[in-house]
């Protein structure tokens, strides 16, 4: 007797769990960051965005709540295309961070470490991408040139 799959969630592979779970631990320690640190992360908030101590506030939040959603199966999909919405929104405050070259946890940051910030968020974007299958959801979107295979 074959065991099928009774939904279309798509399985996943030792490696998608392993990115899952590092993505998850990612947004657990940035979302409890946001808390503990919110003076340095507003400080990082652009000029023109309104309310950075709540806005900082809010994404911690909102970092704890993607970190669920993970586990979630049926969210599993659609969290990993916020988490790329999300790095993509949160970006300009990296690019400020640097711009300005604002100390962060009492620390300032060479310009390389803040170059590199930025290339690491792109990993974040693909990792959550790839380990939550999103790239299918892409592909409905009609965005199938950004994923190959």
Known sequence: MAITRISNTPRMTTAKWIGLGLLALFFIGGGIA?????????????????????????????????????????????????????????LPANIYMLQHNIPMFGYQASPAILYLRLVLQAGVIALAIWSTNAQQHLVRYGLSGLFRG
Do not use: K
């Not at 919110?38 to 000029?47: G, L, N, Q, R, W």
């Open 34 to 90: 946001h808390f503990m640190y919110t003076d340095d992360f507003a400080s990082i908030v652009p000029p023109w965005m309104p309310y950075p101590r709540e806005t900082v506030l809010a994404t911690g939040v909102l970092e704890l709540v993607f970190a669920v959603l993970l586990f979630v199966p049926a969210a599993r999909q659609r969290t990993g295309l916020w988490i790329a919405v999300y790095c993509l929104a949160v």
